[in-house]
């Protein structure tokens, strides 16, 4: 059985490295991926099913060090099976859908590699038993994110956003690093058993504890760190969802939770955690309002979301474990993906990522309309979906962290989550009602999706001008940098996100399909391409509202109190209503109220990117420092004595005329009697 | 024997080489032959740890004790190695500039020769007499197949520079190994390691071990003494920065470890707070002007001085998790720089210049056979786990944050942190190269494309993406070779 808790890690990271090295062609590279990701769900599965309890299984044998061990442990438990199951289950649809999305990009096989890679990382992470396997399986999703959303490496700003994620959480990392090697030092092994026993010498340990946080802030999106988030956005739709969904951004808090008893027992670590998460919470949400581009908004709620699982961990009381922040971990994995899923498929119809174009198409069929319906309504938390559940039980948690004693840092989060729950409930209604309620287009069949794929199926000479780097826009209009780019772009030029407001929905003129060669006899490829995307969708659906069910089997994950369900339910509903009220049912998009500058500011992050790149323009500006310091202070001295010593040679060369002087005869007679003296008197 | 003839072999050839006539076309057999029989003769000594132990200057008593033990097999197989992959490109390329192709491949098998004996003496003249053979001809590889694309002066001052530093750190050292043979009695590096320093007044210890750390940090290099590396490395030929980064390096450390650390534990333990704040300093400097350094081989000869800071920060902890971490680290930037120092000479080859601020064409789609390595390779720069960078690094820090007793825990600390901070400006720069070669920021897609990898050189590419990716993965291969002998080597300093 341990070989199966190995191979839910080695499976997806074979299959990463053999599509990176060895797939050239598209159908070997799909084959590679899928079903790599269905052995991982099945073994994820048998590992859920079956935990093992254990916390000794052997990756590759300790590393010899003498004084500090690291012996590289896997475990296995009922958290470990049930977010390895998730992780692996969203990564299946992401996958699948995957094959659908990029069905015209060349460079597919890289891409669904990367997505293997990335799965491999978390799934290490969640089955880590040692904090050196923590940092690898870390520091992998963080490459995987830096390549998967530069994947169209021709836009500058996908190319800037790859680089602005990668650095941002690299810097966090420092903290991360510094962090785990505290806590490792302090157990003398890096060994996640040997570490949570560790007693005494509670200084170090707060720093090792606080480092950690300022390390998960950067991957898990906390303010400072925060910015990178919504400019990853420039990634296609599947990296998106798999960013936010399980993996990367939401390794944070299960780090946290892995560490939870040392966290228990520590205020000021927890106190950090909770000032942060609150504040990035309600930051993020508001901020989320005022987005006009969906998948910016949906990133900004999952910055919002993700917060609002550290702060279970910040705040329940120590007894409640991690259940609470790891249940919204779960219901917020399926329903994010669902959103992202649903809003790359809206993208592509709408031929933008941009609100205002989108604007009615949710209505193009059946499965995308009540995949959009559920996505949003579990983020705001309506009951009975699994959002409402794993929200209340936060809420309830921290209410009881309140209750318990912990004071500054449970009311603190008490007040962000309700924030919180009126903020996102506003924003969701105020997406639902932009998607839901624009012009209907005409072209559109609207029976059903297939119908729609199949008109919409791009020609297949987009794919090279989009490699070349060309603007591929019909009329060779220069394409706005701003958000990712779907596939299957109809009109003329992407609207930048911050003009979107005025632009008017765009006509769509779609191209003529192209005929595709039938595949395995019956079904033509994109048939099966679009049933793939439905299933995916459909599939996060069902868990979206069934999620719930899988958290009965993680001790504390549901509880919810009825006076705070009560109290969030109606702040939902008074959201909702006051929103469709502003947005004159629907006939505006709410977002209009505010003030053209706050919202501007607000698309624009309020000015977070500016610092980060005052930041970089500081480090660089040290660098050249340093450069100047290097070439004309350190290498002063070689030249220094280069040129010394070219001058004595010069002015030995000047005293010696070659003519035997008189003085030197001299000298050369007097040096021969000193000799001949010497020699004779000494003997 | 078989370990004379180790040594031997490619120092004959060598000498053939440098011997032969222009015209023949005979160096391409010597040379393959000579490298291949050297590696493998290597792999059988390095198994088998055949020693060699008779009396050669019996003045002096100094004795031709050559033997291979845990902490030299990696640096051997390492040297041997890369010295066929050196010599598959060389004769796989057009031929080289500034002399003849049996020239360049005389002085590398010379430089081998010499490298070699450096890792396998057990005596400490020995060594110092192994470890001058290398500085002639890689001063010939410098001086006459260095860029042609640069003036003479250029070349001249790559060269001079490189020879006045490596001799000046040669005579430092010379003097820290007279001064310590002298006080011992004794040569052989094993009486002295066994001695580990007693009978020294800790004065002289430190002297010893401040001439020899001065002496070899000058290879290594350890800040500020880091100079002549950029220039001796853009400068240099493939071959010439693959030798320098690869295996002249390593001598370095090498040479810290089997002369200093081992013979006067005391005087490198109260200098360990020094060779911290270098080592660290050393990190961030080399690291800020790799983010805005212009010449690719250049930014690579940064990064090496920002690596080889892990290395000595490692040594400075004086723990056993130090050593391994400093042994790994050591050979974890042989291999990835000397595949970063291939790719990138091999673009500057075809580019006519390394300055990347050039537009050129974007490699991704391109070229991708130079583009997956060049990437590899800088994911592995900038310490991404599961290649081999990753594990000396991380163990640098882990080991440096709990260092042997009596060494500066706080200050330590505090190196670590900013070790730390290196981490992250090394995901700076690796990310900038890739972005502007690999991704094609600034990027001219007009100009010309260059010519994928093929054949030999694209083999020694694998071959060395495959190395780091193996030892990313499994860096318990490396760390068991050397465990007992390290462990052994501070047994002697811990008592």
């Known amino acids: ?683 | 024997m078989a370990v004379t003839i180790l040594v031997l072999v490619p120092l004959v050839a060598a000498i053939l080489l440098l011997a032969m006539p222009p015209v023949s076309g005979a160096d391409r057999a010597v040379a393959l032959v000579a490298s291949v029989a050297t590696a493998g003769l290597a792999v059988v000594v390095s198994a088998l740890r055949l020693e060699v132990d008779v009396m050669w200057i019996r003045a002096l008593g100094i004795r031709w004790h050559l033997a291979p033990d845990g902490i030299s097999i990696a640096l051997i197989l390492l040297t041997v190695l890369l010295t066929v992959g050196i010599v598959l490109h060389t004769l796989h390329g057009p031929p080289p500039e500034g002399g003849t192709r049996s020239t360049l491949l005389g002085c590398v098998l010379l430089v081998e020769a010499g490298a070699l004996g450096t890792f396998l003496a057990r005596d400490a003249l020995l060594f110092f007499v192994a470890f001058e053979v290398v500085l002639v001809p890689m001063w010939v590889l410098i001086r006459r197949f260095g860029d042609h694309h640069r003036t003479d002066a250029v070349r001249a001052d790559a060269a001079g520079r490189f020879i006045f530093f490596t001799v000046l750190g040669s005579t430092l050292m010379l003097v820290g190994i007279l001064f310590l043979v002298y006080h011992q009695g004794s040569s052989d590096l094993g009486v002295l390691a066994a001695a580990h320093g007693s009978g020294m007044p800790h004065g002289v210890q430190l002297a010893v071990a401040a001439l020899l750390l001065a002496g070899l940090g000058i290879k290594v290099p350890i800040w500020p003494l880091h100079t002549w590396l950029p220039a001796a490395h853009t400068i240099a030929p493939t071959a010439g920065s693959v030798l320098l980064a690869a295996v002249l390096l390593k001598m370095g450390t090498y040479g810290i470890v089997r002369l200093a650390v081992a013979t006067v534990p005391d005087g490198v333990a109260t200098l360990s707070p020094v060779l911290a704040v270098l080592g660290v300093v050393g990190i961030v400097w080399g690291g800020l002007a790799c983010l805005v350094e212009r010449d690719l081989k250049r930014l690579v000869a940064y990064s090496s001085v920002a690596h080889m800071g892990f290395v000595v920060l490692a040594l400075a902890s004086g723990s056993h998790t130090g050593l391994q971490a400093a042994l790994f680290g050591n050979i974890a930037h042989g291999v990835v720089a000397s595949l970063l120092f291939f790719v990138v000479g091999d673009l500057k080859e075809q580019w006519g210049s390394a300055d990347l601020a050039v537009a050129r064409v974007a490699l991704r789609d391109t070229a991708p056979r130079f583009g997956l390595p060049l990437v590899f390779g800088f994911a592995a720069a900038l310490g991404l786990p599961g290649l081999v960078s990753f594990w000396g690094e991380f163990l640098a820090l882990y080991a440096a944050w709990f260092p042997a007793p009596g060494r500066p825990v706080a200050l330590l600390r505090v190196c670590v942190v900013l070790g730390a901070v290196g981490l992250a400006i090394a995901a700076g720069y690796a990310v900038r190269v890739i972005r502007i070669v690999w991704a094609g920021e600034g990027s001219d897609p007009a100009a010309s494309p260059v010519r994928d990898l093929r054949g030999a050189r694209r083999a020694v590419v694998v071959a060395l993406v495959g190395a780091t990716v193996v030892l990313g993965v499994g860096p318990q291969l490396l760390l068991h070779l050397s465990n007992a002998d390290a462990a052994g080597l501070l047994e002697a300093v811990r008592r």
Request: proline residues 5%; contains cysteine.
């Open chain 1, 1 to 683: 059985m341990t070989w199966v808790v190995r191979l839910v890690v080695l499976v997806p990271a074979l299959a990463g490295l053999a599509g990176l090295l060895l797939a050239r062609s598209r159908p070997a590279a799909q084959r590679i991926a899928v079903g790599a990701a269905v052995a991982t769900t099945v073994l994820a599965l048998i590992q859920w099913v079956a935990p093992l309890g254990t916390g000794d299984i052997d990756t590759f044998g300790a590393l010899p060090l003498g004084d500090l061990s690291a012996p590289l442990h896997l475990l296995s438990d009922e958290l470990s099976g049930l977010i390895g199951f998730v992780v692996a289950f969203v990564v299946l649809t992401i996958q699948a859908y995957t094959v659908w999305y990029l069905r015209e990009d060349a460079r597919y096989p890289q891409f669904a590699a990367g997505v293997s890679l990335f799965a491999a990382g978390m799934l290490l992470l969640v089955q880590s038993a040692d904090l050196v396997l923590t940092l690898v399986g870390w520091e992998i999703m963080g490459w995987c994110s830096w390549l998967l959303i530069g994947h169209d490496s021709e836009r500058a700003a996908a190319r800037r956003a790859a680089y602005k994620a990668f650095m941002v959480t690299r810097i966090a990392d420092i903290a991360m690093v510094v962090g785990l090697i505290t806590l490792s030092v302090r157990a003398r092994s890096t060994d996640l058993f040997a570490v949570l026993t560790e007693p005494g010498r509670t200084g170090l340990l707060t720093f090792g504890l606080v480092c950690v946080v300022f390390g998960i802030a950067g991957k898990s999106g906390l303010v400072p760190f925060h910015d990178w988030l919504p400019d990853a956005m420039e990634g296609p739709t599947p990296v998106s969802a798999l960013i936010h969904a399980a993996t990367m951004v939401a390794a944070g808090s299960y780090v946290i939770a892995r560490l939870f008893s040392l966290y228990a027992g520590n205020d000021a670590a927890r106190t950090v955690l909770a000032v942060l998460a609150a504040i990035t919470m309600v930051y993020a949400a508001a901020l989320a309002f005022a987005q006009s581009d969906l998948k910016r908004l949906l990133a900004y709620s999952t910055l919002s979301q993700v917060a609002i699982m550290l702060s279970a961990l910040a705040a329940a009381p120590a007894a409640f474990g991690v259940g609470p922040g790891m249940g919204h971990l779960v219901g917020h994995a399926f329903f994010k993906a669902l959103l992202f899923l649903g809003g790359g498929w809206l993208a592509v119809i709408a031929g933008s990522t941009a609100l205002a174009p989108m604007a009615g198409h949710v209505r193009s069929g059946v499965v995308l309309r009540w995949g959009m319906a559920i996505g949003f309504a579990a983020l705001a938390g309506v009951p009975p979906l699994v959002g409402f559940f794993t929200k209340d039980t936060v809420i309830d948690a921290a209410l009881e962290g309140a209750a318990d004693g912990a004071g500054f840092r449970a009311w603190v989060v008490v007040v962000a989550l309700f924030a919180t729950v009126l903020l996102t409930a506003a924003y969701c209604t105020r997406a639902w009602l932009v998607l839901a309620n624009g012009p209907q287009p005409a072209r559109r069949p609207a029976n059903g999706a297939l119908e729609v794929e199949r008109v919409g199926a791009p020609a297949g000479s987009v794919t090279n001008s989009r490699l070349a780097g060309v603007a591929w826009s019909p009329d060779g209009a220069v394409v706005a940098a701003g958000t990712e780019r779907p596939p299957e772009q109809t009109s003329a030029g992407e609207p930048d996100p911050e003009l979107v407001d005025e632009t008017p929905p765009a006509p769509s003129e779609h191209r003529p399909s192209v005929q595709v060669a039938p595949w395995r006899g019956w079904w033509s490829d994109t048939e099966l391409l679009a049933l793939l995307r439905t299933a995916s969708v459909a599939a996060l659906a069902a868990g979206s509202v069934l999620g719930t069910l899988l958290l009965l089997t993680l001790p504390g994950s549901i509880h919810v109190g009825w006076l705070s369900a009560v109290v969030s339910v109606l702040l939902i509903a008074g959201a909702a209503w006051a929103v469709w009220v502003v947005a004159r049912r629907g006939q505006r998009d709410a977002a209009d109220v505010l003030p053209q500058p706050v919202r501007a500011a607000a698309v624009a992050g309020l000015g977070a990117d500016t610092a980060y790149a005052a930041f970089g323009r500081a480090v660089v500006a040290t660098a050249r420092l340093v450069v100047f310091l290097d070439r004309d202070v350190l290498d002063a001295y070689p030249r220094a004595f280069a040129a010394t010593t070219r001058a004595v040679g010069r002015a030995g060369q000047r005293t010696h005329r070659a003519v035997p002087s008189l003085g030197l005869i001299g000298v050369v007679a007097g040096v021969v009697v000193v000799a001949v003296l010497g020699v004779t008197v000494w003997r």
